[in-house]
């Protein structure tokens, strides 16, 4: 008997991939109707000078823009109420991202902002948006955050210590110009991270109880591309071919995710980020394989097909062993990336686990985790994560 599949919406905005495509930021800014665009960056991708090539871009093409590059590695609501305040005095009409996940997501906000009232904190949620952003161009630097393709901006509410998650389709970039080129300036480590960040997306995502055959199909090629490539990107930053690679795995895996949303890792991560101000991509990292050696028991088959994609023989195995080679596989990537921190070097200690469950326990990205974990599950797994 055939099985019918369940209704699944998904939604993606136009992207150019390649090496050059950034060069394009003029065109499409002129295109869209720019006639004056925010720039939103941050000091590092500026002293990177990706910043300045965008610019020059827009220069080429006769249109005018204003820099915003306040924005910190988990962008503020502070953030957003400046940024939202200077398009407004500059003018602007449209923006355009120019980095990693955080400058992404900054511009999400003030875009909201620029056509919708109040303060940011009242879309945090799901399909709170109801006004249409200004035109949004992405040119994400990192190969991992997902941000330029996905209907998600999270932000760091410092008053509540924690980190905010809106989710619409109105903060969907109308276009992200994809430069694996821009990959070659970022340190070992961030490299790392952000590639380990695209592996945590791809890997909720495909387990994810909202995932779909469309979601399943990008979830699996960023895995394959993740596994075969990153160690490798991470220790050899000029290789372009590599760079290209962990590229595309980062925008598949960011279309996986968008559609399919997330999991505990997630919710997890986005509780220590807020609480403790540390960066997304390390939280991420650290926790993915106790998460995934919890979530094992919920959706085996799919975590059996999620080790084939990383290059494991899992045929013939009993369950207790795929799980435990899966994890033993995901620490081994970890490590061949470079990456052996835990949450004890982090500065988290025993003390803080208790607040951090119960703002993981509020996270949306529960929501579609294969388990559902208690609080004192969670507290179990970040403990094991110190």
Not at 218 to 229: D, F, P, Q, T, Y
Not at 340 to 366: N, Y
Request: proline content about 5%.
């Amino acid at each position: 008997m055939s099985q019918t599949i369940e209704l699944r919406k998904f939604v993606a905005p136009e992207f150019v991939f390649g090496a050059g495509s950034l060069e394009l930021a003029g065109t499409y800014a002129r295109n869209l109707g720019g006639r004056r665009l925010m720039v939103v960056s941050d000091p590092g991708v500026i002293a990177a000078g990706w910043t300045r090539r965008v610019t020059d871009c827009l220069e080429r093409e006769g249109v005018d823009y204003a820099l915003f590059a306040d924005v910190t590695a988990n962008p503020r609501v502070e953030e957003v109420a400046a940024g939202v305040e200077a398009f407004r005095r500059e003018g602007c009409n449209a923006l355009l991202a120019v980095g990693g996940g955080s400058p992404i997501d900054c511009a999400k906000g003030i875009g909201i902002l620029a056509t919708n009232p109040g303060s940011i904190l009242d879309y945090v949620g799901v399909d709170r948006v109801e006004a249409p952003i200004p035109p949004l161009i992405c040119i994400p630097t990192t190969g991992g955050t997902g941000a330029d393709v996905s209907q998600f901006a999270i932000l760091n509410d410092l008053a509540r210590r924690s980190k905010v998650a809106i989710v619409s389709k109105a903060v969907l970039p109308d276009v992200s110009l994809v430069d694996p080129a821009t990959l070659a300036t970022m340190p070992p480590f961030l490299s790392a991270c952000t590639g380990l960040d695209a592996l945590t997306h791809a890997i909720e995502a495909f387990v994810s109880n909202a995932h779909s055959p469309m979601t399943d199909l990008h979830a699996l090629e960023a895995l394959r591309l993740i596994a075969a490539h990153l160690g490798t990107s991470v220790k050899n930053p000029d290789d372009g071919a590599l760079r290209e690679k962990i590229m595309l795995a980062s925008l598949l895996a960011g279309l996986a995710f968008s559609n399919a949303i997330l999991g505990a890792v997630h919710a997890m991560a986005h509780s220590l980020g807020g609480y403790l101000d540390l960066a997304h991509g390390e939280c991420n990292a650290i926790l993915l394989e106790h998460v995934v050696g919890f979530n094992f028991q919920a959706a085996p088959e799919r975590f059996v097909l999620i080790g084939e994609a990383l290059g494991l023989p899992m045929a013939g195995l009993a369950a207790d062993e795929q799980r435990k080679a899966l994890v033993e596989e995901l620490r081994r990537i970890k490590t061949e990336a470079g990456f052996d921190r835990t949450l004890s070097a982090l500065g988290v200690g025993l003390k803080d686990i208790p607040m951090l469950s119960r703002q993981a326990l509020q996270d949306p990205c529960l929501v579609t985790n294969p388990r559902r974990p208690d609080r004192r599950e969670i507290e179990a797994l970040y403990e094991d994560a110190l």
